[in-house]
């Protein structure tokens, strides 16, 4: 019978571990040298979250969560009316907890938004006041 190798050799292994630790070195220095954008970048994507998990809660409760509800009706079924009849065992997101923006402040929750849309999650940047430039600007779902 013919032998068949069907396995990695030892050398190839090291190959690709090499390959994958450049490849981490160059990404992760590039974050290093940028965190205030990396955490710009970090706070959009859950604010992204945030805005489809609300829309889905629109699609399944025909409304947004209350403003006093707030973000927390996306984890945990709220106890303040309106009270959803059909909420999810595991709620909108993937926590229980709500999370909170990159520079540990909480996310604003607005319903309606200022632009008079139906919803907005807010953060405020860096500086975690309105306005600013940069990587303490402001992060508005209406701007996604």
Not at 4 to 31: D, P, W
Not at 50 to 77: D, H, I, W
Not at 85 to 94: A, M, Q, T, V, W
Not at 96 to 123: C, H, M, Q
């Amino acid at each position: 019978m013919p032998r068949t190798n069907n396995g990695f050799t030892l050398i190839e292994i090291l190959v690709v571990v090499l390959i994958i630790s450049i490849l981490a070195g160059i990404v992760g220095v590039g974050v290093l040298r940028h965190p205030g954008e990396a955490k710009v970048t970090a706070a959009t994507l859950q604010i992204k979250n945030f805005k489809s998990a609300l829309q889905l809660y629109r699609m399944e409760q025909n409304q947004v969560p209350t403003q006093q509800q707030g973000l927390n009706a996306l984890c945990v079924k709220p106890t303040i009316a309106p009270i959803p009849d059909k909420y999810p065992e595991d709620g909108y997101l993937d926590s229980r907890k709500l999370p909170k923006d990159p520079w540990s402040r909480d996310y604003l929750y607005l319903a309606p938004g200022r632009s008079n849309e139906t919803f907005e999650v807010i953060s405020y940047g860096s500086d975690g006041e309105p306005g600013g430039t940069g990587t303490a600007g402001d992060l508005s779902s209406s701007d996604l």
